[in-house]
C-alpha cells in the first residue's frame, strides 16, 4: 500500500506529545476516586479460561529504519513478536481483535485488559513494535510504519484459522475484526482508519487515549463503529485531543470520558478505579460490534446515558 502522503505529516509534534512520558502502564497515578455513574463489571468477562502463546513473526518485505533520514542503517525486515490471547474451550469462531501498545511499552503492560478481552470470547493479538517498544530507544515518527505493521499482523493471525493442527484452526472469524490501541497505538488505530492506511477487514476500533496528531483526520468512509475513552484529567495526550479525533471520525461512535482518569493507568493497572470501566465498557463495546451481543450494547447505553456522566459521553452508534 502506498503511503507517500506520511512524509508530509508533522512527526516533530507527535514526538513533543509523547517524550518524556511512559505511554504504556507505567508511571502515571491512579485517578482520585472512580467515575460516577459507570458500570464496572462486563457479563461476559471470565466467561471462558485464556491462555497465551507468542509469535515470532518478521515483515520480510519492509524495512527498519532506526535513523529516519539518515540513509545507510536500515535493516531488512520489521521484527513483530505477537502475543496471542485465546479462549481455550469452545469451538468459535471468535472475532479477532489487534491491539497497538503505547511508546516505550509493549503487550504485557496491558495484560490485564487483553486477557480480560479474551476471557470474554475474542483472539487478541498484540504486536510488539521495533522502534517504539520498552526496551528500545523510540523512534517516534516510527509509528507512522505500525498501521502497516498491523495490518501484517492480522494476515498471519487470520491464515491459523486455515492452518491444519493449529490451536486456532478453524476457530477464528475473519468476518469480525477490530483494532485497538492505547496512546501511540491510538494513533496506529486511527491510522488504520485514514485513508492513506485503511484496512478494510476492520469492522471495529477502540481509540483509548489518542490524537488526530499523525495522521490527521482524514478518515476512510464510511466508518467503522468506534469507541474512543480518554480521561479527564490526562496531561500527556489532552482530553481536548481525545475529543476532537472523535469529533473528525464519522459516525458510528462514540466517547467516553474517563473523569479524573490519567494517561496510562487506567487501561492497564487494575488497582486504577477506572480500569473497571475501561474493560466493562470496551468488552461491552466488542461484544455488541463484534458478537452481536443486544446484552452486551444495552450495558454499554446504560453508560452512555447515565445522568451523572452529563458533559463526559457523546453518543452518536446510531449513525
Not at 471462558?48 to 513473526?57: K, S
Not at 468459535?92 to 503487550?107: C, D, E
Not at 493507568?265 to 468488552?283: C, N, Q
Request: one cysteine or more; a negative charge; glycine letters at 10%.
Amino acid at each position: 500500500m502506498s503511503r507517500p502522503r506520511l512524509r508530509r505529516l508533522l512527526p516533530p509534534v507527535l514526538a513533543g506529545l509523547l517524550v518524556g512520558t511512559t505511554v504504556g502502564c507505567g508511571t502515571s497515578e491512579p485517578s482520585a476516586s472512580p467515575p460516577a455513574g459507570t458500570s464496572t463489571t462486563a457479563a461476559a468477562v471470565d466467561t471462558h479460561p485464556v491462555d497465551t502463546r507468542t509469535l515470532e513473526l518478521t515483515d520480510t518485505s519492509r524495512a527498519t529504519d532506526p535513523t529516519p533520514g539518515e540513509p545507510g542503517d536500515e535493516v531488512a525486515g520489521r521484527d513483530l513478536p505477537t502475543t496471542v490471547w485465546y479462549p481455550t474451550d469452545g469451538e468459535g469462531p471468535y472475532p479477532v481483535v489487534v491491539f497497538s501498545h503505547g511508546i516505550t511499552s509493549g503487550p504485557a503492560a496491558y495484560d490485564d485488559l487483553l486477557s480480560g478481552w479474551a476471557s470474554a470470547g475474542f483472539v487478541v493479538a498484540a504486536p510488539t513494535f521495533p522502534l517504539t517498544n520498552a526496551d528500545v530507544d523510540p523512534v517516534y515518527t516510527d509509528v507512522l510504519n505500525q498501521p502497516a505493521d498491523v495490518s501484517f499482523v492480522l494476515t498471519q493471525v487470520l491464515a491459523l484459522d486455515t492452518t491444519a493442527g493449529d490451536v486456532l484452526e478453524g476457530r477464528l472469524d475473519p468476518s469480525a475484526v477490530a483494532a485497538a490501541g492505547h496512546s501511540g497505538g491510538a494513533v496506529t488505530t486511527i491510522g488504520l482508519l485514514n485513508t492513506c492506511c485503511a484496512d478494510e477487514r476492520i469492522t471495529a476500533a477502540v481509540v483509548l487515549a489518542g490524537t488526530l496528531t499523525g495522521f490527521g483526520a482524514s478518515f476512510a468512509q464510511p466508518g467503522v463503529p468506534t469507541l474512543f475513552e480518554h480521561g479527564t484529567a490526562d496531561d500527556t495526550i489532552p482530553v481536548a485531543d481525545g475529543r476532537a479525533a472523535f469529533e473528525a471520525a464519522p459516525a458510528p461512535k462514540a466517547f467516553l470520558g474517563l473523569r479524573e482518569a490519567t494517561h496510562s493507568s487506567p487501561y492497564g493497572k487494575p488497582e486504577d478505579p477506572s480500569f473497571a470501566t475501561v474493560l466493562a465498557t470496551t468488552t461491552d463495546f466488542l461484544r455488541s460490534t463484534l458478537s452481536g451481543d443486544a446484552d452486551a450494547a444495552r450495558a454499554l447505553q446504560e453508560v452512555l446515558d447515565d445522568p451523572r456522566r452529563d458533559g463526559l459521553t457523546d453518543d452518536q452508534l446510531d449513525g
